[in-house]
């Protein structure tokens, strides 16, 4: 079957959508095609076993994503906030610290490097251009290094080091060792710093979308009707100077541009003729994906509140690094308590290999050595490893390995003829983040500009 558009997106993740919608405003007609039987991509909800909604892909949202915030608000959607009350607990280097407000209490060593460390971070991430990361000074110094190497040399204390090992794997969910230190500083600032990265209150964390972050993309693709196909994933873009024809396995359709709205490595597994320059290879062949199973445990009440625990532990030592309490909102008829949990990096790595039985094991042991023996209990169990999704192959987001960005990256966003780069690791705020994938949408939409 053929069809011929203006535009066709390859992809309803919420950059897809986003992009549809934009170019659908100003008058363009638009087709998405989306491999997956569901809008989305690597936001999805779960349902629990009493019937309430919970989130197995991306969920937060903070005060700084102003991309995100005003979508959620035009698609008529609330949020509501993480649950931060009562003491969290950090373990570092075999230490448990409990904590109200933001810093754990060890000893003053420790967090006098911690400050120390962050203060570097800090400084070396405001100097990013973040449009253009390979041209900030020092640039091709800090992309010859792993963050490891620089964290090694910034932070001189095994638990300051264990903390940052600890929150590379939460944010980048890979180890320090796999990253460009350049790719850190650009990350990091393009959150607007650390904090702003690892906050609950204040920071990326704080709040919720309430039926789960996947009704922003169920909402965009409502709206835009039978605009979105799915099943429909695309196998090969043929295109010269001023058209495309994007095929999947049973249609092909043509336009004057195609929006490529999927993570890089996914990108490249798409065949291209002529083929891409060398240069968008090479940078995209850099461009893997972190490794995250997120596991929501689901109790008959949050028995932890009661206990003083605000549900917010880290461990450098355990492979559930880092649980937030996960409890879903009152509007779904109060009920049962949740905890979410990520195994991260490598602790994804060795946790897919284990049998279902014995993840579930380990998950439940690490939660009950944060909480007490009730955590041994839970009434519902959902898991998803995200490297097993055969249209995401990771998650949150792709990360760049040492030499990607000074090498290669004016190419992240540089078109191609008519075929153009979206998706949130083109994004110059927020990559990696449901926001930076909205900037992205945006970008794109404007880069195609209004219908000739
Ligand atoms: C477990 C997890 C937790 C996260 N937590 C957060 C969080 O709390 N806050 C936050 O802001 N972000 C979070 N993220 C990241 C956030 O989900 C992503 O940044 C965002 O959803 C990316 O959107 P996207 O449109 O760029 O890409 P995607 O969502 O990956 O969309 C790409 C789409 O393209 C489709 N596709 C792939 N290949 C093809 C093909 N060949 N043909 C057609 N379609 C194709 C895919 O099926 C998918 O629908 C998390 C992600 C995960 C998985």
Known sequence: MDSAVDVV???????????????????????VLEARDRVGGRLLGATLAGGQSIEVGGQWVGPTQHHVLALI???????????????NIAELGGTRAEYTGRIPRFDPVTLADIAQTQWRLDRMAARIPLAEPWSAPGAERLDSQTFDTWLRRAARTPRARGFYRLLTEAVFSTGPE???ALWAAFYIGSAGGFDAMIDTAGGAQQDRVVGGAQTIAIEMARRLGDRVVLDSPVTAVEW???SVRVRTGHHTVSARHVVIAVPPPLAS???????????RDQLVQRLPMGRVIKVN????EPFWRADGWSGQANSDTRALGTVFDNTPHSSEGGGPGVLVGFLEGRHADRCSRM??????TQVLEDLAGYFGPRARDPVDYIERDWAEEEYSRGCYGAFAAPGTLTRFGPHLRRAVGPI?????????????????????????????????
Request: glycine letters at 16%.
């Open 9 to 31: 997106v390859v992809g309803a993740g919420i950059a897809g959508l986003v992009t549809a919608r934009e170019l659908t405003r100003v008058g363009h007609d638009v087709v």
């Open 73 to 87: 608000r035009e698609l008529g959607l609330q949020t509501f906030p993480t649950h931060v009350e009562g003491r």
């Open 178 to 180: 796999d990253l460009s």
């Open 240 to 242: 010269d100077a001023g």
């Open 269 to 279: 597994r798409i065949r291209y003729s002529p083929g891409l320059p060398g240069d």
């Open 297 to 300: 445990v689901a109790y008959s």
């Open 355 to 360: 049998m279902p039985a014995d993840r579930r």
């Open 420 to 452: 153009h780069w979206a998706g949130t690791e083109t994004a110059t705020r927020w990559a990696g983040y449901m926001d930076g994938a909205v900037e992205s949408g945006r970008r794109v939409a404007g880069e195609i500009g209004v219908p000739g």
